[in-house]
């Protein structure tokens, strides 16, 4: 089996800066793509960031410009550095990978989420 942990979230004012963490554990082989969604209340779970195993980046429109996706192969952790925090930043971030174990079966995994709430 393997999971995905995530840590880091918490209550911050407007215009401060988050780090949230998430590792990967278990029957691990591989890590390719990783990625950070949120959900806000009432809403449906939508992109924050994503890495590819070599490093390439992509962002949603929002975040663009104030959060920065980065990864530790070694480690099977990826990180996202949240700053100029907004209050519509609020939600709960998810972790997402695409695991290979050593036997070679593939898995999509999600974390168990970390809340971030911006007050104004």
């Known amino acids: 089996q393997v999971h995905l942990v995530e840590s880091g979230g918490d209550l911050v004012q407007s215009g401060g800066s988050l780090r949230l963490s998430c590792v990967g554990t278990?029957?691990?082989?591989?890590?390719?793509?990783m990625a950070w969604y949120r959900q806000a209340p009432g809403k449906e779970r939508d992109l924050v960031a994503t890495i590819q195993r070599g490093g390439e980046t992509n962002y949603a429109d929002s975040v663009r410009g104030r959060f920065t996706i980065s990864r530790d192969n070694a480690k099977n952790t990826v990180y996202l550095q949240m700053n100029n925090l907004k209050p519509e930043d609020t939600a709960v971030y998810y972790c997402n990978a695409v695991i290979i174990t050593w036997t070679r079966r593939q898995y999509d995994s999600w974390g168990q989420g970390t809340q971030v709430t911006v007050s104004s």
């Open positions: 278990g029957d691990i082989y591989r890590i390719n793509n």
